[in-house]
């Protein structure tokens, strides 16, 4: 069938076994037993005259958000859950095989209930005490097990409560390596893995694809923070025991957290940021502000529960439409399009849009404060509810779920229909089946799912101009796409990931490999032997010849991504002309010039600096002159005299001297001296040792302008106070 349809479809319920049960159960009220101990109500069925084992599958979901409004795509998530009950109950296997013909080898129906958790953890409590606290036999069923909840801060209490009242639960999404702890959530498991286990993926995808030993960890010093920056690091000493992985905690709500954690991460001197927090505009608008994010440098990456940038927009040339460019996300998933089992299902659950199931689902949904529209049912109206691609990321996980509880309960059930808890829970633990979302088998001591069979997704998030429908105006958006999948223990491209420079081209970490491990390289291949040694030569320059290619081009910067003030801001003088300030995508920094003009050539050739390198002014020379010498040269230990290149390389041949022609100061070169072109060339070359250098006491080089018809243009990080000159003869500023 066509999944794209978004008219409700014609024809009959797929549900009707539930609402069957459900009629059964109301009107044997009064004549329901449970035996003490057990879940399950037993009656008599008036059509059979045969006892009906009946188990109440109550899932716990963030249906609206706290209370006001409703959350669609978690309303997909409830309906895989029915879609997962009545598959137990007519024994459908078409995405379990152990389900097929379940119904003639086990005597247990399933019903199911949907509880509104609104995304806080006392309306979750509410919702189950409210539940186990029903009188056995009455209308309002006791439940069987529990499905869910959505979120580790609703999973961690609720399980408590569970356990205690001996009710399995079970939840798709909660990842909280808490609540593997048995002595507090007895009867708790998941269809997801744990935080930890989520570490291992991307840990691997930054050794074996980015190649990334560098690797700052900002995270909550929460229960979820706390796991997944640990995950981590344990992840890296298993895998990577090279990585160098800085966890950095931050308690959520404190004053200037934000400021602190990114100066840590400053300090680092790290290209590569990771995120475990939830919501991250103030972190990402810190970082901008310090120079750790969207600069085209700085990479980073979020948890699976962060905020998405994809879910809002932001004003064009914004700090944050620049830090989430090329921002990634790391999220298990209950399948992808192309998977057969996933397009399956996801055809499945579109087929739940006629009229009947529609009503049905409608009439077990909690309705909100504040409706979408006048219709009841909800989303009934909506043409994107159930259809493909489904609205959830979760739907499957949640339909898994089910079914898991459905088949223990068939396995750890007796033959009068008694079940209790602790024995349906140790049945769960030694479940294992194929599914839509991948294999499962769980611990079997803490009912999470081994994370060898899980898919994973990499989100990279790249912007696109977009209309305001409010206002009509161009904002700027971000669309998710998908660029690797992880499954069977390995990644697969998707796509190019396109990092925060908008290339798909890997930055560098840092500190770099320094040149005595090449060196090192070098030294075991001529141990080789001769034959082997010349043939590995050939291949050797090929590469080091591309990786400079591509090195190269990390530290190539476009003359029109420099942004002057009009009038430029002059802050210094160098050999050859004046050190101006100007803007580096988002990012404040020092360009001078490192040859000499030509004889009769100017210098600066931008608005408002004259051919001569001198500002265009109706001041005196005498107060141009005291302007300027106020100004700061943002380079550390690197005098006014010079250039760059002639304080940080003691292979400079360059001895400019100073003259004067009209008045104007100028260098002029000797003849013996080399050419301008042999000039460049070594310019080029220092760029390649100057660019690796990372160090918190040297001044960052950011890049240079090599166009051609344009003089070379030194990049530099921009020091507030001046040079080391400057620092040392300043009586007002104290050093410690």
Request: aromatic share 8%; proline share 5%; hydrophobic share 35%.
């Amino acid at each position: 069938m066509d999944t794209n349809n978004t008219e409700p479809q014609a024809g009959g319920s797929l549900l009707k076994s539930l609402p069957h049960y459900d009629n059964l159960r109301l009107n044997a009220t009064g004549n329901i037993k449970r035996g003490k101990g057990s879940n399950t109500d037993v009656f008599r069925d008036p059509d059979t005259d045969g006892d009906v084992v009946l188990c109440h599958l109550n899932a716990l979901l963030p249906l609206s958000i706290q209370g006001l409004f409703p959350w669609a795509p978690v309303h997909v998530d409830a309906a895989a859950v029915a879609l997962a009950a009545h598959h137990l109950n007519v024994g459908d296997g078409r995405f379990v095989s152990e389900v097929e013909g379940l119904n003639e080898r086990c005597n247990i129906r399933f019903t199911v209930e949907f509880g509104d958790t609104q995304l806080t953890t006392g309306a979750a409590l509410d919702e189950v005490l409210e539940r186990i606290g029903r009188s056995a036999g009455t209308a309002d069923r006791l439940p069987c097990a529990f499905v869910g909840t959505m979120g580790s801060n609703m999973a961690v209490p609720t399980s408590i409560v569970t356990g205690l009242f001996g009710y399995p639960q079970v939840s798709a999404s909660a990842t909280s390596g808490d609540l593997d702890d048995k002595s507090q959530h007895q009867l708790f498991g998941r269809t997801a893995p744990n935080d930890a286990d989520n570490a291992v993926p991307f840990i691997l995808y930054l050794r074996d694809d980015l190649h990334v030993s560098k690797l700052a960890v900002i995270h909550y010093n929460d229960p979820y923070g706390n796991a997944n920056a640990v995950g981590l690091r344990d992840a890296a000493r298993e895998y990577a025991p090279d990585m160098d992985i800085r966890l950095i905690p931050i308690n959520e709500g404190s004053e200037d957290v934000e400021k602190g954690a990114i100066q840590a991460v400053k300090e680092t001197g790290f290209r590569y940021i990771y995120c475990a927090v939830y919501q991250t505009d103030k972190l990402l608008t810190e970082a901008y502000n310090m120079g750790v994010a969207g600069n085209g440098m700085h990479n980073w990456f979020l948890g699976d529960s962060a905020n998405s940038p994809s879910d809002f927009t932001f004003e064009k040339g914004s700090l944050l439409s620049l830090a989430y460019r090329g921002m990634g996300k790391l999220q298990f998933t209950g399948g992808l399009p192309g998977m057969p089992a996933y397009d399956g299902f996801t055809e499945e659950m579109g087929k739940l849009r006629n009229p009947d199931d529609l009503q049905y689902l409608g009439s077990l949904f909690p309705e909100p404060a504040t409706p979408v529209s006048e219709s009841f049912p909800l989303f009934v109206e909506d043409g994107s509810f159930l259809s493909a691609p489904l609205s959830s990321n979760f739907a499957s996980l949640n339909y898994e779920a089910a079914i898991a509880l459905g088949l223990s309960a068939c396995s750890a059930v007796s033959s009068d229909g008694f079940l209790d808890g602790e024995t349906h829970f140790r049945h769960f633990t030694e479940m294992s089946f194929t599914g839509v979302s991948g294999h499962l088998s769980f611990d079997n001591i803490t009912g999470t799912r081994n994370a060898a069979g899980t898919t994973y997704k990499l989100i990279n998030y790249l912007p696109s101009d977009v209309v305001d429908v409010e206002t009509g105006e161009t904002v700027v958006g971000f669309t998710p796409y998908i660029s690797d999948v992880f499954r069977n223990g390995q990644w697969e491209e998707v796509r190019d990931f396109i990092f925060n420079d908008g290339t798909p081209n890997v930055p560098p970490d840092s500190p770099p490999i320094s040149a005595g491990e090449e060196g090192l390289q070098w030294t075991h291949t001529i141990l080789a032997p001769v034959v082997i040694v010349l043939v590995a030569a050939l291949g050797m320059l090929f590469f080091f010849e591309r990786k400079r290619r591509q090195t190269d081009a990390l530290w190539y910067i476009k003359k029109e991504e420099l942004k002057f003030t009009d009038p430029p801001e002059i802050i210094g003088r160098g050999g050859f002309g004046l050190i101006l300030k100007a803007e580096y995508r988002g990012t404040e920094v020092a360009v001078k010039r490192v040859l000499p003009p030509r004889q009769g050539e100017g210098g600066w050739k931008l608005k408002g600096v004259t051919d001569t390198g001198s500002m265009e002014s109706s001041e005196d020379p005498q107060t141009k002159k005291q302007d300027v010498g106020k100004q700061h040269l943002g380079i550390r230990s690197v005098s006014d005299e010079g250039s760059i290149s002639q304080s940080m390389s003691s292979t400079s041949v360059l001895q400019p001297t100073a003259t004067r022609v009209g008045g104007t100061p100028t260098i002029a070169i000797a003849s013996s001296e080399i050419s301008r072109s042999q000039l460049r060339k070594d310019f080029i070359k220092e760029m390649r040792v100057l660019s690796k250098l990372r160090h918190s006491c040297i001044a960052t080089v950011m890049g240079a302008v090599l166009e051609r018809g344009s003089e070379p243009m030194l990049i530099m990080e921009y020091m507030d106070h001046g040079s080391l000159y400057d620092v040392l003869h300043n009586e007002t500023m104290h050093i410690e």
